[in-house]
DNA sequence: GGACGATAGTCAACCTGTTTGACTATTGCG
DNA sequence: CGCAATAGTCAAACAGGTTGACTATCGTCC
């Protein structure tokens, strides 16, 4: 008898999502091995995203990933060490020190997204496109109303 | 279309996986707070649902967390010491030891569904139960499809 | 009916990522 | 100016997970 068994009856969401999460991170990372972007380890994805659309602080990046700001640091000081992104002054604020992507970071940025854009495509592959944009929109509409407008932080409270 | 680097363009799925399992499994848990089974930890409820589905091992445990079957007896370990769980003999066969729920484990898995059930609920209330549904559906058949029919493991790859 | 590889589980050591707590430097505001 | 709030870092402790080694039992093949 699996553990795994029992599943005609409605999954539970919260169950179904961190497996779709775990499963769409896994194939990301298993395809990434085999890139010059190896040793991108799953959190870098997201702040790679964000330091595309801005410059985030610190702060930044541990309201996103959802942690302390002394964990978005030490995430940050490895994605550094990696040459991934680099830490500039701000202009306005001295204490703050925003992030931005070096030349490997926007490579990288560009593998991912070209590989994690496959995987999107599959899944279209299996529900259609459009049953996958309403997927999408559903999602986006309930974290969002449920946030006050904003979308709430990514990383799993294990 | 909205102005460019906008949120409202297609976030990534893998973003909003993790964002909405995170978001259910934080209000579940701050939900729980308040009931006798506030030292629930995050993994236990799926441990709960498996056991009352059937009579895991250690092994089963394991493969639906994803985890090595150390870590999947930690974990037991940690439920057994709270008195939700206990290991019990397998009658066919002697290396292997069941996983069973006590009195307070069974009253911990009505609790924790009827305050999930309040959750799905809300959900329900923005997207409507025929979109949660089509979620569920969709998001079901693209994980068995690409798993050999099977579900795959909960716990993310972090 | 033994021998042997495979399987179930545990113990112990270690590793990684995160948190908590303390501290410095800068900012904004009364 | 004076001072609370904010941005960031350092350091120590912790939690959960992994790797590796080991025991006990099972199943199979001769």
């Not at 990301?28 to 964000?50: I, N, Q, S």
Request: proline letters at 4%; hydrophobic letters at 45%; aromatic letters at 6%.
């Amino acid at each position: 008898m699996s553990a795994a068994g029992g599943e005609e009856a409605g999954v539970p969401l919260a169950r179904l999502f961190a497996m779709a999460f775990r499963s769409l991170i896994d194939a990301l990372h298993a395809r990434l091995k085999e890139t010059d972007v190896a040793d991108l380890r799953p959190a870098y994805g997201f702040v790679l995203v964000a330091a595309r659309d801005g410059a985030p602080s610190v702060n930044d990046v541990a309201a996103l990933m959802g942690t302390t700001k002394q964990a978005a640091s030490k995430l940050i000081d490895g994605m550094e060490a990696d040459g991934y992104v680099h830490r500039v002054a701000d202009a306005a604020d001295a204490r703050a020190r925003r992030i931005r992507l070096t030349p490997r970071g926007h490579a990288a940025l560009r593998t991912v997204e070209a590989v994690y854009a496959e995987l999107e495509a599959e899944w279209a592959r299996v529900v259609g496109r459009e049953r996958l944009e309403a997927l999408r929109g559903d999602l986006t509409a309930v974290l969002r109303s449920q946030n006050g407008g904003r979308l709430p932080a990514v990383r799993p409270t294990w």
